[in-house]
């Protein structure tokens, strides 16, 4: 059952992962079209800056829980890779819930931030006129994600589950 979770999760954070590229790729392009735009024919993109601010959000906020699936995260085991079996595995176990735990409260805050945000239509006022309040929901539900992406890893770990073995 928890394979089959992490499975469908996983194709989830890819399909996330995939729009994080696209917006990463829009943020270049937009960038080289200002530039361009702005020195040889003294016309820049208006709102490049705040577009771009917005797009780069969805890049790294869309990407944090698929980071973590993939184990692509610095881990610093300097210490824990010299404690084996059970305390190893109890310390693991602890760190990965500890980052579940700050994770879901860091979204949760997150969410009131963003939810005050959106109750007085917060803008920003650049050459173009825009609502900051879904990049705010963009960053809750990217560490929304990577709390629930921590809480899978501690069952995963608590339950001996590879998540990236067939058979489980």
């Known amino acids: 059952m928890l394979y089959k979770i992490l499975k ?49 959000t969805i890049t790294v906020f869309f990407s944090l829980a698929l980071t973590q699936f993939d184990k692509g995260h610095i881990k610093v085991s300097f210490i824990t890779r010299r404690l084996t079996g059970r305390l190893g595995g109890a310390i693991e176990i602890a760190m990965l819930v500890l980052g579940c735990l700050l994770f879901a409260l860091a979204s949760y805050a997150t969410l009131l931030f963003a939810m005050e945000s959106f109750e007085v239509d917060e803008q920003v006022f650049d050459s173009v006129q825009y609502p900051i309040y879904p990049i705010k929901f963009v960053v809750f539900f990217g560490l929304l994600l990577l709390a629930i992406q921590f809480a899978l890893d501690s069952l995963c770990a608590i339950y001996n589950v590879k998540p990236h073995e067939k058979g489980n």
Not at 27 to 44: E, L, S
Request: proline share 2%; with cysteine; net charge neutral.
């Open 8 to 56: 469908i999760y996983g194709v989830f954070l890819q399909a996330l992962g995939l729009i994080a590229g696209i917006a990463c790729c829009i943020t270049m392009a937009m960038v080289a079209i200002n530039v361009i735009g702005r020195y040889v024919f003294n016309m820049p993109f208006d709102g490049a800056f705040v577009y771009a601010q917005s797009l780069l």
